[in-house]
């Protein structure tokens, strides 16, 4: 980055890559730098930005394409979790009406399934390979495969800030399942290799921080008041339209960082009280540990941060894990009293489906959150794809024959959405979960021939 004249932060021209195809790209968004932290902001028009130059007339070039991955576990109330019709005709089952208003870019898919999760026992055996497909391996030695989000992230990473963004909102748990997996298995979605998890972050405070490069001693202070003077000077840069988005995007942080806030003086109380009994802060319970006591506001946290990474282009790869395997977290505001793996073996009651409902509405407010966000012609979600993924169809059966899913966002123009996609019934080489990553995997410009176990992608997706 250089400066101009009056102190903005300006991409050098030199450190474009470029290729004899195309003009010359710019990989990073303009800056608001401040002590400590480092501020993206959304795509804006009058400004030079990712992608390629704006032409003479002015007209916006389409946004880059983004994945995520948002997982439950346990399975879902197969009573309700089903779909009819196409577009605005769509009808949803109760458990997914929280799509209601989206429901025109989501696509509902049921049949598909991971062969290497079926006939090896329950639990972690289900979880560890649900975005890889692999083969996992039992006893002391984790072997599985990289998932697909970090295929992603080694290509695609190196056109942004930060290659991809783990999250989680459960601790991950040590030891091993009566089947002899590993509980790593069941405590990670995202494997960076055979061996290996990608660490998740599962403090949103420290989410926030890594966001916004905020570090240092001045850590505690709002990111907003450091680069106040730049925005602006950014603001008078730019056009009427761009000013109101700008500010509406500043507002939407502003919000977070406030919310963060409250979490972050609950983090290191956590942090002295571990440390005042010897004691590991991922071992303590919910909220000794410092995490959020209410789960509802540290999934919307979670994924408002996955929404502003999105928006500033900061990556384009996250994941999301809500609940893990075998999952202890309760939930008093659904009227529920088991906690979620216990709820799950009844999982054809009211209560797992309030259960099921409650985590489809977590899918649908972040793809609301990013249709609400304009990029290009469209909108950040028109160039996304989530993907809503559990593994398996029944918690009372640990039955993984086939999974519940769920996809929002066009990724670009290449996923056409509004529709139900019921592959139950065909044989099991044309429903394969990883033929849906590798059809993913392609049209995001990864030109692979093979992922997971399958060497062709998804027809009709």
Known sequence: MTKDERGMNRIDPSKRPSSPAEPSRVTRRTLLRGAGVAMALPWLESIPVWGFEPS???????????FAALFMACGVNPNHWSAQGAGAEMQLSKSLTPLEPIKQKV??????FNKNATGVGIHPGQTGNILSGASLQKGAELRGGISVDQVLANT??????????VLGCEQPITGYHETNFSMAYSS????QNATSPVPMEVYPSLAFDSLFDNRGTRRNQSVLDRVREQAADLARQTSANDQAKLDEYLTSVREVEKRIERMRVEQDKATVRAANHGQALATMERPDNGLPEDIREH?????DIVALAFQTDKTRVATLLLCRDISGLFYPFL?????????????RSDDFERVSRYYCSQLAYLAGRLDAMPEGDGTVLDNSCLLF????????????SKVPLLTAGGLGGTIETGRVLDYQGRDDDQRKLCSMYLAIMNRMGLESSRFGDADTPLAEF
């Open 156 to 165: 695609l990473g190196q056109q942004t800030a930060q290659p991809s963004m």
């Open 299 to 303: 999934m919307r946290l979670m994924c």
């Open 188 to 191: 990670h979605i995202s494997w």
């Open 389 to 400: 993924i559990n593994n398996m169809w029944s918690g009372s059966q640990h039955d993984s």
């Open 107 to 112: 696509n509902v898919i049921s049949g598909l």
């Open 56 to 66: 003479i007339g002015g007209t916006p070039t389409s946004g880059p394409q983004r």
């Open 335 to 347: 009227d529920v009293r088991k906690a979620h793996h216990s709820a799950s073996h009844d999982d």
